[in-house]
């Protein structure tokens, strides 16, 4: 029981079928880890030893009277803006720091229903609102690669805690790139699924329309076990879809010989490899892109809008809903209350200004600027053109690829306290935002390495086309090793 936290979801459901280890002692293992490394990384807000080790101990019962889920005993954690019935979900944030859920998220629901273990709630960018996991009321997160570095975000506890081994999967959700920028930061491989196929329901809402849940594990097969536990159609969620989930896992089986991405057609798109994106990352990218080709797959040239125009876009519509969405934290109904206002409105004002940290009070104020009546149609309204606008080139480049392949982000992680500039962060997201305004699946997975720090890139697929992005990333992993390092910690 020294390395447990190396193996992969598939080796630690064997290990406990063939009763290497217990459930009780596997979940010891990671708890052990956590207390050991993450004060110095701070992936966890609230861990919950004390309730994993029952549900740990409930598992091995259920097991020995021969209970046969696969994935019974497996440990993993959420992202706290996912509620989780009787522990802490703070999105993160002052305004939700004494918050207990009274009920369960339907994806938090579903995973349990398939027997995994949480060890607690990761930390998080304020509401989801952040790119670096600097702006979280509980303190910055740190990357494990380098501990001075951020890890990105919003779902930067995510990542960080998949890659530093305190747990083999975690959950995370993707308003504008949450999911893979941090999987590209961090070395993980990380799944943004299509919108409506998890349920939003008992997910704390950023932007009604973008958020989506997903999946961070080492590998694209890990991604898959956690995604088909959480996927499924929910009646409480007036978005979900109600479509099969495919057996993804059991397509992954499928997937080998000396060129199993024959036939495969990955889309180049050349607006995405211009200005901005770092020398040493696009020789990552390019080298990526040379194995795909030896594994059997073809290259082609698409075009999709200039993603500048995709970023400019997005904060006019995200910010919009965050407006919406946030007004309910007011001071009355819930969240956090100023103490002794002088009235009504000094009650609305305090509260909000002081349970809202400065990213979150931005994107509010940028919001309900943009739905103002005197700027609703000349910046709301015309960016939802240009969102169908967005949708339709991806389209029109999906006529003529399978998948589309592009840097995740044009950097590798920055220094933690940098203090860059709001529109310097923004464009960290740059090559993710896209995909959200279109409503579809796309994947981050490691490539490299720039000056020890690793290296993502994004797979973007048709809607409902988990299977490809899946798929070619196992294939890929199948003949690479990046996926397999992790960090020294201590």
């Known amino acids: 029981m020294t390395t447990p936290h190396t193996l992969s979801v598939r080796e630690l459901a064997d290990g406990l079928q063939t009763k290497q ?77 004494n918050f207990t859920a009274p009920y369960n998220a339907t994806l938090v629901e579903n995973i349990a229903n398939q027997g995994f273990i949480s060890l607690g709630k990761l930390n998080m960018d304020e509401f989801a609102m952040g790119s670096d996991n600097e702006k979280s009321y509980f303190g910055a997160v740190h990357n494990p690669y380098d501990l001075d570095r951020v890890p990105g975000g919003s779902s930067g506890g995510s990542a960080s805690a998949v890659a530093s081994g305190f747990v083999p999967v975690a959950t995370g959700s993707d308003t ?29 809402a950023y932007a009604s329309s973008f958020d989506q849940a997903g999946a961070f594990g080492r590998s694209a097969l890990d991604c ?31 997937v080998g010989g000396d060129k199993p991405l024959a036939g495969l057609k990955v889309g180049v798109p050349t607006e995405y490899f211009g200005t901005g994106l ?36 997005y904060y006019l519509l995200a910010p919009a809903e965050a407006s919406s969405n946030l007004s309910r934290f007011d001071g009355v109904r819930y969240g956090y209350r100023c103490e002794n206002p002088k009235d009504l409105q000094d009650l609305y004002t305090r509260s909000r200004s002081e349970g809202f940290g400065a990213e979150v009070q931005r994107r509010i104020i940028m919001g309900t600027y943009a739905l103002s009546a005197g700027y609703f149609d000349a910046y709301y309204v015309k960016a ?31 220094k ?30 490691p490539v490299g390495f720039v000056g020890g720090l690793p290296v993502g890139l994004q797979l973007i697929g048709k809607h409902w086309a988990e299977n490809t992005l899946l798929n070619t990333t196992h294939a890929y992993q199948g003949a690479t090793a990046f996926h397999k390092e992790m960090p020294k910690l201590g």
């Open 416 to 445: 933690l306290g940098e203090n860059l500039s709001p529109a310097e962060i923004y464009m960290g997201d740059v090559y993710t935002i896209g995909v959200n305004l279109a409503g579809l699946p796309s994947l981050s997975h």
């Open 21 to 97: 280890f217990s459930s009780v002692e596997l979940t010891q293992h990671f708890l052990d880890r956590i207390n050991m490394h993450d004060k110095a990384v701070n992936s966890f807000i609230t861990a919950t030893p004390e309730l994993a080790l029952e549900q740990a101990k409930t598992a091995d019962e259920l097991r020995a009277k021969g209970d046969t889920r696969p994935l019974l005993g497996v440990p993993m954690a959420h992202k706290d803006n996912l509620c989780t019935q009787g522990v802490l979900t703070t999105c993160g944030s002052k305004m939700l720091a």
């Open 384 to 414: 939802q053109k240009v969102r169908r606008l967005i949708l339709n080139d991806f389209l029109k480049a999906f006529e003529s690829c399978d998948i589309i392949a592009t840097p995740t982000a044009p950097t590798v992680a920055y």
């Open 278 to 313: 770092n020398a040493d990352v696009k020789a990552k990218i390019d080298d990526a892109l040379k194995v795909y080709q030896e594994l059997g797959a073809t290259l082609v040239d698409v075009h999709l809008t200039d993603p500048q125009i995709t970023l400019a876009t």
């Open 224 to 254: 898959a076990y956690l995604l088909q536990a959480m996927s499924g159609y929910d009646p409480k969620d007036s978005t979900s879809v109600n479509k099969e989930v495919p057996n993804w896992v059991g397509e992954l089986d499928k």
């Open 176 to 204: 504008g790139g949450s999911i893979r920028q941090p999987a590209s930061f961090c070395g993980v491989t990380g799944i943004k699924s299509t919108y409506g196929r998890v349920s939003r329901f008992g997910m704390v």
